[in-house]
Nanobody, 116 residues
């Protein structure tokens, strides 16, 4: 069982930045991949960014060049640096841990609101 705790959400003005952090209870290197997803009310959850075991990063087209995913093995965390935020980035952001046994673990979510 892996527990994930997100932090760093909040209210920010358009063009601003936020950094989300996800702390995992287990070693992040026991995961096939770590990722950040988001969900807007009434819409399905969607991938924002993912980092694989080998370090390969994938980003959704709508965040390329603005968001960066990173991991810290010493802290067992995976972070999402979000720059140049837009109102359409407003959503609940979820941390994801995809285990070697193909089990998905999710954090509780953190709200990001981009508004002036």
């Amino acid at each position: 069982q892996v527990q994930l705790v997100e932090s760093g959400g909040g209210l920010v003005q358009p063009g601003g930045s936020l950094r989300l952090s996800c702390a995992a209870s287990g070693s992040i290197f026991s995961a096939n991949a770590l990722g950040w997803y988001r969900q807007i009310p009434g819409k399905p959850r969607e991938l924002v960014a993912r980092i694989g075991y080998s370090g390969t990063r994938n980003y959704a087209d709508f965040v390329k060049g603005r968001f960066t995913i990173s991991r810290d093995s010493a802290k067992n965390t995976v972070d999402l640096q979000m720059n140049s935020l837009k109102p359409e980035d407003t959503a609940v952001y979820y941390c994801n841990f995809w285990s070697r046994t193909s089990v998905n673990y999710w954090g509780q979510g953190t709200q990001v609101t981009v508004s002036s």
